[in-house]
């Protein structure tokens, strides 16, 4: 958390290509590692999350990993479609009460 | 299962007034957090509130207060409303010390 920062802020890429979006904080503490996706108009949306104990979790298409020793975690997207474009967040913080740290964005354009 | 909902959609205020802010939370969840988006940038922490009580808070003046409800809706009251007050406001809600935060789709505050 306090300090995150993403790579790319933007992102275009053909339908059909994987996406890669890079997350890098600073609090050591941070063991929850969520991704937000949002799209116009609307509120985040939670698409993947990691913890701590854990180096990469994969849901279809959308995977993510961690390197904890280096303080950064990736969201990987395979086999792009046009509805994948949207603004994306990574969030690192605390479990339990603690708050979520939003990066500064990542837009991905996929184009059909 | 009725997700997290917020009311107005919309809201325009002038410098000095004051505003507030309405959200209901997803069903079986007893924490809510707010957060402020501004324009082109990631949601910004409030603070927080778990069974009527606050229990986290940001980096926001005083005049940025909230309340929440036996049933775990809530509100955030904004007094003197600055220009830079506007901005996405967003609730999210999730149950106790879960790690996923599922946000409303956010009132859009313009200050004139």
């Known amino acids: 958390g306090e300090n995150v920062e993403q790579h790319p802020s933007t992102l275009s890429v053909q339908e059909g290509d994987s996406a890669v979006i890079k997350c890098t904080y600073s609090d050591s503490a941070s063991n929850y590692f969520p991704w937000y996706k949002q799209e116009l108009g609307k509120g985040p949306q939670l698409i993947i999350d990691i913890r701590s104990n854990v180096g990469e979790k994969k849901d279809q298409r959308i995977a993510v990993t961690l390197n904890k020793t280096a303080k950064h975690f990736s969201l990987h997207i395979t086999e792009t479609q046009p509805e994948d474009s949207a603004v994306y967040f990574c969030a690192p913080g605390g479990t339990g009460f603690q708050k979520l740290v939003f990066g500064t964005g990542t837009r991905l354009l996929v184009s059909p | 299962e009725t997700g997290v909902t917020q009311s107005p959609t919309h809201l325009i205020k002038t410098r000095g007034q004051q505003v507030t802010l309405r959200c209901s939370s997803q069903?079986?969840?007893?924490?809510v957090s707010w957060y402020q988006q501004a324009l082109g940038q990631g949601p910004q922490f409030i603070f927080q509130?778990?069974?009527?009580?606050?229990?986290g808070r940001g980096n926001f003046p005083p005049r940025f207060s909230g309340l929440q409800f036996p049933n775990y809706s809530s509100e955030l009251n904004v007094n003197a409303l600055e220009l830079d007050d506007s901005a996405l406001y967003l609730c999210a809600s999730k149950a106790g010390r879960a790690d996923e935060q599922f946000f409303g789709p956010g009132t859009r505050l313009t200050v004139l």
């Open positions: 069903s079986g969840h007893n924490t």
């Open positions: 509130y778990y069974r009527e009580e606050e229990n």
